[in-house]
């Protein structure tokens, strides 16, 4: 039985989501500890999320600062 149409939107929402935690996460670590002692483990377990999203999102330390920067 099918249950619907598949809801693209809703992924697309949830994915901006938890970019946006991770980097709010790490803005507040960098703010704390700087941004060379921070590291993706300690961004998720800050984030709520497995260092494994945190790559997906982020695949090195250059992307996270440019995001904050962003931010």
């Known amino acids: 039985m099918p ?3 598949y809801r693209q939107a809703r992924r697309a929402e ?8 991770i980097v709010r996460a790490t803005v ?9 002692q ?7 377990d800050e984030a ?5 999203t945190v790559y997906n999102h982020f695949p090195d330390r250059g ?4 995001a904050c920067t962003a931010h």
């Not at 507040?28 to 060379?36: E, V």
Request: glycine share 8%; hydrophobic share 40%.
């Open 63 to 66: 992307a996270v600062i440019t």
């Open 3 to 5: 249950r619907g149409p």
């Open 14 to 21: 949830m994915l901006k989501d938890t970019r946006e935690r």
């Open 48 to 52: 709520g999320v497995s260092s494994q």
């Open 38 to 44: 921070t590291t993706h483990t300690m961004i998720a």
């Open 28 to 36: 507040a670590l960098h703010a704390r500890q700087g941004a060379l």
